[in-house]
């Protein structure tokens, strides 16, 4: 059974980084992969995934520049940098990756497709 282990939350003072990292003991993370924010009193959404039906990366217009996603060359380790973090930026963080192939960004950030997830991050951006 695969189990996405996260790392890497914790507490930031405005602009500062922030870097959250993902991986699956003994396993590698072949399909599409995604990071989700649960802010206080908001639903889950997806911030920033890639889908890997066409490599598209697609992320919410609050993170764009701000954000990137990335993997290692084993495919094994997922990552989410954060740079010039907002106080909005405040939540829990979960790593995820789908359960199947063929999916784009889009679509795998919109929460719909079947997904193994991580037990979630604390981020707290404040000063």
């Known amino acids: 059974q695969l189990r996405l282990v996260e790392s890497g939350g914790g507490l930031v003072q405005p602009g500062g980084s922030l870097r959250l990292s993902c991986g699956a003991p003994?396993?590698?993370?072949?399909?599409?992969i995604g990071w989700f924010r649960r802010a206080p009193g908001k639903q889950r959404v997806g911030v920033v995934c890639?889908?890997?039906?066409?490599?598209?990366?697609v992320s919410v217009d609050s993170v764009k520049g701000r954000f990137t996603i990335s993997m290692d060359n084993d495919r094994s380790v997922m990552y989410l940098q954060m740079d010039s973090l907002e106080p909005e930026d405040t939540g829990v963080y979960y790593c995820?990756?789908?359960?199947?192939?063929?999916?784009?960004?889009?679509?795998?950030?919109?929460?719909?497709?079947?997904?193994?997830w991580g037990q979630g991050t604390q981020v707290t951006v404040s000063s």
């Open positions: 890639i889908g890997d039906r066409d490599d598209s990366t």
């Open positions: 995820t990756t789908a359960r199947r192939p063929g999916v784009s960004g889009e679509e795998y950030c919109s929460g719909k497709v079947a997904a193994y």
């Open positions: 003994g396993f590698t993370l072949p399909y599409s």
